[in-house]
């Protein structure tokens, strides 16, 4: 790699506002998607991937009460289905016709509820 490579990727992600448009979507995707539908998303860098890794699991969790009350009083539903524990990444032999695809990974959800407005 030129060493040049990642600091022109950090320039290109502040001038174009990309963590800023991948949240702004990843706020509002849930309410498009329908119920069955699914959201696959590609991320190439991990804070692309942390962001949305995260906004997936919030939207899969259950119960959201604190740990100290014994039982649920908020009542709240995952929202989405896991489809993948661990994201998709590119096989040996997609690395071999495509060296670009090693920092791809692929995750996705199954919508299973409407959403809660959280």
Same mark, same amino acid.
């Given at each position: 790699?030129?060493?040049?490579t990642?600091?022109?990727?950090a320039?290109?992600?502040? &001038?174009?506002?990309?963590?800023? =448009?991948? $949240? ?5 995707? *849930?309410?498009?998607? /329908? ?9 190439f860098?991990?804070?692309?991937d ?6 997936m ?6 119960c ?8 649920? &009083?908020?009542g709240?539903?995952? =929202?989405? $289905?896991i489809?993948?524990?661990?994201? *998709?990444?590119?096989? /040996? ?14 995750r ?11």
């Open positions: 790699r030129h060493p040049a990642r600091t022109f990727q320039l290109r992600m502040a &001038v174009n506002d990309e963590l800023g =448009e991948l $949240r702004r979507f990843l706020d509002q995707i *849930l309410a498009w998607l /329908p119920i069955g539908g699914r959201l696959a998303v590609i991320t860098h991990s804070l692309e942390r962001m949305v890794k995260q906004a699991r919030h939207w899969a969790e259950g959201r009460c604190p740990r100290h009350i014994p039982r649920c &009083v908020c709240h539903q995952p =929202e989405v $289905r489809l993948y524990k661990k994201p *998709l990444q590119a096989g /040996p032999e997609e690395l071999a016709a495509n060296s670009r695809a090693g920092s791809a990974k692929l996705a959800v199954e919508k299973i509820a409407e959403d809660s407005g959280s």
